[in-house]
């Protein structure tokens, strides 16, 4: 990823990680979020520590060595739930 992907940069106030194999989905304000993990970390990096307990990658770690798990930080846009919801 590149810097723009910064955590720093970020333009909400609430960042918005959804998955698209699975249900899971939240809302987080961006001023917590850099006070837990600094204001450096990478939105790849920040969904990454998110979805550390999912099952599918857990479950494809054991066999394949690969991550089944579909967790993305939404993009928002005037119809965010759904874009959250139906993962696009």
């Known amino acids: 990823?590149?810097?723009r992907e910064r955590l720093a940069l970020y333009p909400f106030v609430v960042v918005r990680i959804a998955c698209r194999v699975c249900s899971r989905s939240g809302s987080y304000r961006l001023?917590?979020?850099a006070a837990k993990y600094g204001p450096e970390i990478t939105l790849g990096d920040l969904t990454e520590r998110f979805s550390y307990d999912c099952?599918?990658?857990?479950?494809?770690r054991s066999k394949a060595g690969k991550s089944a798990c579909g967790v993305?930080?939404?993009r928002t846009s005037r119809n965010l739930?759904?874009?959250?919801?139906?993962?696009?």
Request: aromatic share 8%.
């Open 81 to 88: 739930a759904l874009t959250c919801r139906r993962g696009s």
């Open 31 to 33: 001023a917590r979020l």
């Open 72 to 74: 993305y930080p939404c």
């Open 55 to 60: 099952l599918w990658r857990a479950e494809a």
């Open 1 to 3: 990823m590149d810097d």
